[in-house]
Every structure is written in C-alpha cells, then in structure tokens.
T-cell receptor
Framework: AQKVTQAQTEISVVEKEDVTLDCVYE???????LFWYKQPPSGELVFLIR??????QNEISGRYSWNFQKSTSSFNFTITASQVVDSAVYFC?????????????FGSGTRLLVRP | DAGVTQSPTHLIKTRGQHVTLRCSPI?????VSWYQQVLGQGPQFIFQ???????GRGNFPDRFSARQFPNYSSELNVNALLLGDSALYLC??????????????????FGPGTRLTVL
C-alpha cells in the first residue's frame, strides 16, 4: 500500500540553526511524484516543491533544499539558517494515481518550532 | 490572481445536522479536490471533481457528497453529522498539464480551509 511516514512529530530549534525534516515513502509504482507542503497556523497548505521519481538531483531554493534518494525511499527537506517565520507544520505527500483521477497521500506532518 | 477560496471559515453544528461547505478554485483551474484533516493528522482525500464529474472518491461514508458547478466551484455536503466529523476541510484546485487529462503529476493548490466543529 502507498504510505508516507514522517517519524518526527515535533522539532524545536533555535533561530539560525539548520534543521532537516525526514520523509520516507512506500509505493508500488515505478513512476510517482512527491510533494512538500507547509501549513502555518492559518491552516492553508502552501505548496513548496514537487519532485518526480526520475529526477534524483537535489534541489535548492533559497534556504530550502531537498534530498531525494530513491534507494532509501526518502525525500528529506532541509531548512538552512532557520527563522521564526519557518514555524509551521510540514507535510510530505505522495501522489497516487487512481482509475481516472489521482489523490495525495499525506504523512502525519512534522511540527517545526523555531525559537528566537 | 486570487488563490483558492473557501467559505465559511468556521462553522459550529450539532450532531445530526447537515452542513454545506463551499470552494472556488483558482481562475482557470477545472479540477477541485476535497480533503479532511483531523487535528494532529495529515489530510485525507474525500473527493476529486473534474469538468463537473466525480472522478475519484476516498474511503468516506455516503453521508459525504459533493458536486461541481459550471463555473468549477464546488460544494461539499455532509449529512447526519457525527462528533468525528469535526475537522478542517480543505479544498484544492489543479489544472491538467497534459492533454486535458487528470495526471498524478499535477500540483494541487489548497485553500485556507473550513474548520467544522460538531457538538
């Protein structure tokens, strides 16, 4: 069965520390897409990145970077020099194809608290 | 451009009542999906609509129903509310990037959600 596991329930860091959020997935598909979303206290899920299973290149966007390793079924997310505004719940998700549609399968999320 | 909008923001109902939640997708997006997020958990897929047709359904009882209108906005209806229906209901919109067909590669953009409390 398709599954996403985010083992870290909550992480607390001091501002300017680097932090890595782990994501491990299970899928029977050979091609698939993975996503990261950020959920601030307002509740809206903010799209951060989409990565396909063919592309194992790491990606960097400002202070954010993602490490995708197909061999270990992991898609980890690192925030460099964390800021208070990074405090949120972060979700990793796997896109699962259905008969004539698709759905996102989410992990349980990691709550990140960045303290001043 | 406006993002996904949802109404109402908050809602309080009692057990047994009925509720209707509304969603307007990003302009130009023709697909709407609904998710339920119980406190402390990740969102769970309820429905996906595309071109006014139901295209996918998650593991939810028949008390949950939805529809999509000609302008691509959508309503989620829940009948006979239970305490366990208390959750944040999220709407997401997407637009097929390949040949007008829904693809698992499409990115879903979420609205702010409707927080439903059932007493």
């Amino acid at each position: 069965a398709q599954k996403v596991t985010q083992a870290q329930t909550e992480i607390s860091v001091v501002e300017k520390e680097d932090v890595t959020l782990d994501c491990v997935y299970e899928t029977r598909d050979t091609t698939y897409y993975l996503f990261w979303y950020k959920q601030p206290p307002s509740g809206e899920l903010v799209f951060l990145i989409r990565r396909n299973s063919f592309d194992e290149q790491n990606e960097i966007s400002g202070r954010y970077s993602w490490n995708f390793q197909k061999s270990t079924s992991s898609f980890n997310f690192t925030i460099t020099a964390s800021q208070v505004v990074d405090s949120a719940v972060y979700f990793c998700a796997l896109s699962e194809e259905m008969d004539s549609s698709y759905k996102l399968i989410f992990g349980s999320g990691t709550r990140l608290l960045v303290r001043p | 451009d406006a993002g996904v909008t949802q109404s109402p923001t908050h809602l309080i109902k009692t057990r047994g009542q009925h509720v209707t939640l509304r969603c307007s997708p990003i302009s130009g997006h023709k697909s709407v999906s609904w998710y339920q997020q119980v406190l402390g958990q990740g969102p769970q897929f309820i429905f996906q609509y595309y071109e006014k047709e139901e295209r996918g359904r998650g593991n939810f009882p028949d008390r949950f129903s939805a529809r999509q209108f000609p302008n691509y906005s959508s309503e989620l209806n829940v009948n006979a509310l239970l305490l366990g229906d208390s959750a944040l209901y999220l709407c997401a919109s997407s637009h097929p990037t390949s040949g007008g067909r829904l693809q698992y590669t499409d990115t879903q953009y979420f609205g702010p959600g409707t927080r439903l409390t059932v007493l």
